[in-house]
């Protein structure tokens, strides 16, 4: 479902190209839930990015649904990210002058969706992430766990085949955070949405299927993924 061959990628500064990531093979299965675990600068975001079509490697494959996305324009890319791809933000990223009802909307909105439908599907994920009587207040009047579960209907409305999550827990203190997580687990169980989870926290990485762990920009290999555990 999504794989990623020999993906590397270098910053360029002053002094030349600075190596982020080498080497990066990974193979994730439909439906998945996976933690992409590492310290601060190990190139957690860096390789999600990529993932998720926000950014090009210097070399490398990523394939999703049968496509690499490396190989798309620019132009071919942005309607595979909008049809395939959803993105949960640590800071949530919410529209202000928009409702909550809106804010889910918006990406059916670029992709020409009648006002009819778009509602009735808005109302449906708002309804499962427990936000269905708050749909017409705007996010200033939310908490932060509650804004992040907009965000979260938001990125499941185009029913992409991968969702990815830039440490969704983040901003929240831990009681919310094990809400969050919670309900991920649901919408992951019920709608078979692939999520990839970014993660500096081993404690939120262990409530997932598998966990990739990210070291100076290189895989830690050893890892015991999710399935292995439960087949020992
Ligand atoms: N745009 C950029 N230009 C130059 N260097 C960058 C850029 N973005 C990231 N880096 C460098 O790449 C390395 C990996 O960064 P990245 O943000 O991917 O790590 P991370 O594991 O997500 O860290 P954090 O948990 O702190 O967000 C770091 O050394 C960072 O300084």
Same mark, same amino acid.
Do not use: C
């Given at each position: ?89 640590? &800071?949530? @990223?919410?529209? /202000? #002058? %928009? ?5 889910? *909307? ?58 990815? &999550?830039? @440490?969704?827990? /983040? #901003? %929240? ?5 094990? *809400? ?53």
């Amino acid at each position: 479902m999504l794989r990623v061959e020999h993906v590397s990628h270098s910053f360029r500064n002053a002094q030349g190209a600075v190596p982020v990531l080498q080497d990066i093979n990974i193979s994730v299965s439909k439906g998945r839930m996976v933690a992409l675990l590492g310290s601060s600068g190990s190139g957690k975001s860096t390789l999600l990015n990529l993932m998720a079509g926000l950014m090009k490697p210097d070399a490398g494959e990523i394939w999703i649904a049968d496509q690499d996305i490396v190989q798309l324009s620019e132009n071919k890319l942005a309607e595979f990210r909008r049809t395939h791809i959803g993105f949960i933000f640590q &800071a949530y @990223e919410l529209l /202000g #002058n %928009l409702t909550i009802r809106e804010n889910v *909307e918006l990406p059916l909105v670029f992709m020409g969706v009648r006002p009819s439908l778009r509602k009735t599907k808005a109302m449906q994920l708002l309804e499962q992430v427990g936000l269905a009587p708050k749909a017409e207040l705007f996010p200033s009047q939310l908490s932060g766990g509650q804004q992040q579960r907009v965000s979260i209907a938001r990125s499941l409305i185009t029913e992409p085949s991968v969702i990815f &999550a830039d @440490e969704p827990t /983040g #901003n %929240l203190d831990t009681q919310t955070e094990e *809400e969050i997580i919670s309900i991920l687990q649901e919408l992951n169980q019920e709608l078979s949405t692939t999520f990839v989870i970014v993660t500096h926290e081993a404690e939120v990485a262990e409530q997932m299927q598998d966990i990739i762990t990210l070291h100076n920009g290189s895989l830690v290999q050893g890892e015991l993924s999710g399935s292995d555990r439960i087949e020992q």
